[in-house]
């Protein structure tokens, strides 16, 4: 049975303009601010939240990290092998050209849009700190990283134990590889934030960032092998502090006993110590940069 | 109570002296904050919200100190820069709420202000499309709605007619009204436009060259800066500027040269048809009878009445 409309309730329904509508609800602190700065950077790192065309270059990326882990661990459990095939503390350095290009278009995106478009005056009007604005920056870049190398070690573990080999041997190797992928995220998020921040156009920093990783991984393999054929074993040991990829592979030989990228390692424990203080002084350095960079610009 | 006052605030870069002890104070309502490009406007409004430290002096927003309480001053305040600064690739939805966000807000908070305050702006359809297609008058929309999204005690604008056309320039001037009237939050305009501003607000302060220049009452600047700008035309080729304005002083009006112009001041009605009959006396060809459009200039212009001693400040 239909209900009749109550002419009386019809005629009560107006739309009213409620005018200009104070707010009292909560003002979250800071904590939130840095959450929400942070997780939505995060999620931009691969065009989540976005546009499709901006998913398209950080997901084939992705795609392309995972496919060496996808076929070694298609061929792994087809063919029985009783070993890794490839370690995990050696997937970043074989794929660094993918992982330098994602660096290359991702910082700019996270880090030169604000700059170049001023947004950062909108932002720093806000009861956000400079310092936290930049640390939510770079967390997000590193976690984008970190999930772009972490998960195709993620895969190859899920690989090894499916194909029977040790689940306890496989762990500690799988955690060396994530120590080492951790590193070496926030080292790259730290240079690639430095040089986006120091440039406000796009194009400019993605052929710098690109340029920068590539060239310094050339020259240290360059003065390694040389030094190497030369005997002068020491010398070829520290040529890996030039690029962050070899730093942090020696990091991994050195003091967790992982398989070397290189002809040569540090030497050392002593060797990986100074690999690792390196490390540590260039996120450390990064960031004493970027906070005076982007103190200069608040006052603008 | 005054929501802003500053106590001999300077401000010095290596090149320039921004501001010059300037003590001023703001009260509720609209406020217009006068002077011309590089007076000091913009940085006064950064030292306020805590973003560039002063020299010396001090000041403080909503009574709390800008050099020691700038987060607790940016939480409560909102603030629409001069320059363009809106991301192209998002749309104005999605920037207000992250921005509101930004100041504190809950998620859903967040996006019912930002549908809130995107309305009262006047963005409608368009919201959802990215800032990157949008015209300056939206533009400039967006950058007022970011500054209220937070529901802020008082606002800074800088600049927020810039680059409007007439029409766009006179709807933001009755959005501003209607901001320090209706929503009932306090704001402080800057332009470089006297006239602009005097219909807009309740007080008026000039500063130039980073000094005060001038704080009162819009009411009693509307009086003393009613210009009337006369051009006229000596057919013989004499000094017909100077003519008119001696014999215009003669008459007891207050004058001022101006570029090839006169400003004359009017007292009332009948200063037109004293001005009509001294040109038609004088034998002079009248260019142009304009009731002047003021700038900040009208307020520091020689007079005549002082016999040919130019000196500033005719009040």
Redesign the interface.
């Given at each position: 049975m239909a209900i009749p409309p109550d002419p009386a309730a019809a005629r009560r329904s107006v739309i009213h303009d409620i005018?200009?509508?104070?707010?009292d609800?909560?003002?979250?602190?800071?904590a939130?601010?840095w959450r929400?700065?942070y997780e939505?950077g995060a999620r931009h790192c691969f065009g989540l939240g976005r546009a499709a065309r901006?998913k398209v270059l950080p997901m084939m990326l992705l795609a392309i990290m995972l496919l060496p882990a996808l076929i070694i661990v298609g061929v792994q459990v087809m063919v029985d092998i009783d070993e890794q095939v490839l370690p995990y503390s050696r997937y970043a350095v074989i794929m660094q050209l993918v992982i330098s290009v994602f660096v290359a278009v991702q910082a700019p995106a996270l880090i030169s849009?604000?700059l170049r478009?001023?947004?950062i005056?909108?932002?720093?009007?806000?009861?956000?700190?400079v310092d936290t604005y930049v640390y939510a920056r770079v967390a997000a870049l590193a976690t984008g990283l970190l999930v772009l190398t972490g998960l195709p070690l993620l895969l190859l573990y899920a690989g090894s134990l499916l194909s029977g080999l040790s689940p306890g041997s496989e762990t500690t190797d799988l955690l060396t590889g994530l120590l080492g992928v951790l590193i070496l995220s926030l080292m790259l998020a730290c240079v690639g934030a430095v040089v986006s921040a120091m440039t406000t156009r796009r194009g400019f920093a993605i052929a710098a960032i690109i340029t920068a990783l590539v060239m310094s991984y050339t020259v240290g393999a360059t003065v390694q092998g040389i030094a190497d054929e030369q005997g002068e074993t020491d010398v070829a040991g520290y040529a890996g502090l030039l690029s962050p990829f070899t730093l942090v592979d020696g990091i991994q030989v050195a003091l967790l006993d992982a398989e070397a990228s290189t002809p040569e390692g540090p030497p050392g424990v002593a060797g990986g110590l100074v690999f690792l203080a390196v490390a540590l002084a260039v996120v450390v350095g990064s960031m004493v940069l970027l906070l005076w960079r982007y103190r200069k610009v608040?006052?603008r | 109570m005054s929501l802003i006052a500053t106590r001999g605030l300077t401000k010095s870069f290596p090149q320039v002296t921004a501001l010059d002890a300037l003590t001023i104070d703001v009260g509720a309502g609209v406020t217009g904050l006068v002077g011309a490009n590089g007076a000091g406007k913009s940085t006064l409004i950064k030292i306020l919200l805590g973003l560039l430290p002063s020299t010396s002096g001090s000041a403080s927003v909503l009574d709390l100190d800008v050099d020691r309480q700038g987060t607790q001053i940016r939480a409560r305040v909102g603030y629409m820069p001069e320059h363009d600064c809106l991301p192209p690739d998002v749309s104005a939805t999605e920037l207000i709420v992250h921005l509101a966000r930004i100041s504190g807000l809950p998620p859903d908070a967040a996006r019912e202000r930002s549908a809130d305050v995107l309305r009262h702006v006047g963005l409608a359809e368009e919201r959802y499309r990215p800032i990157g297609g949008y015209s300056t008058g939206m533009r400039q929309r967006v950058k007022l709605a970011q500054a209220l999204v937070h529901d802020p005690e008082l606002v800074f604008l800088d600049e927020p007619t810039n680059g409007l056309d007439p029409l766009g320039r006179d709807e933001m001037l009755t959005l501003i009204r209607r901001i320090g009237t209706e929503f009932g939050i306090a704001v402080l305009v800057t332009s470089h436009l006297l006239g602009e501003l005097e219909r807009t607000s309740d007080s008026i302060i000039v500063i130039d060259a980073g000094r005060l220049l001038r704080a009162s009452e819009t009411a009693e600047f509307t009086q003393t800066t009613g210009l009337l700008t006369v051009e006229v035309q000596d057919l013989d080729g004499g000094n017909s500027r100077d003519r008119l304005g001696r014999a215009l002083a003669e008459k007891g009006l207050r004058v001022m040269p101006s570029g090839g112009l006169l400003q004359v001041e009017i007292v009332d009605e009948s200063t037109y048809d004293v001005v009509r009959d001294l040109v038609a006396d004088l034998g002079l060809g009248l260019v142009r009878l304009q009731q002047a459009r003021h700038r900040i200039e009208d307020i520091f212009t020689v007079d005549y009445a002082a016999e040919g001693v130019p000196h500033g400040d005719p009040t």
């Open positions: 005018g200009y509508r104070k707010y609800g909560p003002r979250l602190g800071e939130y601010t929400t700065l939505l901006y849009r604000d478009y001023r947004v005056t909108l932002y720093l009007a806000r009861p956000l700190r608040a006052g | -």
